[in-house]
């Protein structure tokens, strides 16, 4: 069986024909880096595409399927391209190809525990309660335990025990004129369940840096997860909910503090382009879209107290190669008196986290964050900082199963501890 005429990998043949096979982006990519196997480097992967395309090979045939799945979806290539390949946009559409062939035929094929958590995602009442479970079991330092079990189960809760806030900031009134604009925040599914002290610290960051907050009522998952696994109809009813509630909150600016969900947002335009009614909202909305490390670095930052830490700062890939956001977030970082910003080696490397890769892929997630653990110890930082809850649990598990005391943090976290520092000026 070959791919349709019309599927969304044949719609993204224009951007596959830009690709030379040139092999800038070999180098690039952290599978072909691990495996140093051509069909999971880039160039490969789109052979395997247009092969589909023209109908030589299936889609759903293993050998495509297979090298499909190893993929990342890190964009690393992107940055890597002198051509201006759309990988990321070609992957999802393979996928999705994919996802509709296997549903036409009443399978699915992924994991069975990625399938559950993206099931659950998509039923926000059920995902609360299971949220809530982690945190408890986080809370009793449960998933500390457990961490130390041997495969799977072990690797799982790590990341759950790695959510864990590193330090609380001291209690402070975050006041500022509110002048930049009124900003709402995403909160999202994962990082609302897991890293609300992560929303709270940037919320009071951009607080005092002169954004007034307002909320959003009604928003939910970004559609992220979904739109990476090739469920695009999932994915775009998630993206029109999203739309809808800030739309409702009459923010001027939509700040995220979740590298992968911002990607997602600034590129609605392209996942609504057919919705004829949805097409220019979802271009409008995703112009408004900042990672918070923008933001904050727009304004600043203002100084805050001191920090006395050593940190080393990890990229994650959606932030830098997606939404090609590179110096705010280190802006952020070295505004914050006595910390001490120590270089990572390769921080533009993926650390194999990429969305639930963590979960389908554990082996190759595991080769390919190995290298990362190493060059963090290299560091001799006491933390590090990293704007995604993925990389946060995918690190900081790493870290944790490896025996290491360094933990990790949001930069904003960071930011945020050195506002809570400041002396209070002393009365006259």
Known sequence: ?????????????????????????????PTYLALGDENDSPRG????????????LAVTDP??????????????????????????????????TIFEEHRAAGGRREPAVARALLWLIAHPALFTVAMAAGRALRFALVARLLARLPGAPGALFAMLAASEPAFVARPYAARGSGERGRVALLRGCVMDGLFAHVHDAAARTLVVNDYAMTAAPGQGCCGALHAHAGDAERARAMARRTIDAFERSGADLVAVDAA??????????????????????????????????ELLASAGPKPGGEVAAAVTYDAPCHLQHAQRVVAPPLAVLGAIPGLSLRPLAESDQCCGSAGIYSIAQPALSRAVLAPKLAHIAATEAELVATGNPGCQMQIGAGLLRSGSAVLVVHPVELLDASYAARKAPERR
């Open 45 to 56: 992967r789109i052979v395997l595409m247009r092969a589909a395309i023209a109908g030589t």
């Open 260 to 293: 992968g969900c911002g990607a997602m947002m600034k590129e609605y335009g392209r996942l609504l382009a057919e919705d004829a009614a949805w097409a220019e909202r979802a271009r409008t909305f995703a112009a408004k879209v900042r990672d918070v490390s």
């Open 1 to 29: 069986m070959t791919a349709p005429v019309r599927t969304p990998l044949a719609a993204a043949l224009p951007g596959l024909d830009a690709c030379v096979h040139c092999g800038f982006c070999l180098p690039a990519c």
């Open 63 to 96: 050998a495509v399927e297979t090298h499909l799945d190893r993929c990342l979806g890190c964009r690393a290539c992107e940055t890597a391209c002198p051509s201006g390949v759309p990988y990321g946009a070609a992957l999802e559409a393979a996928r999705a």
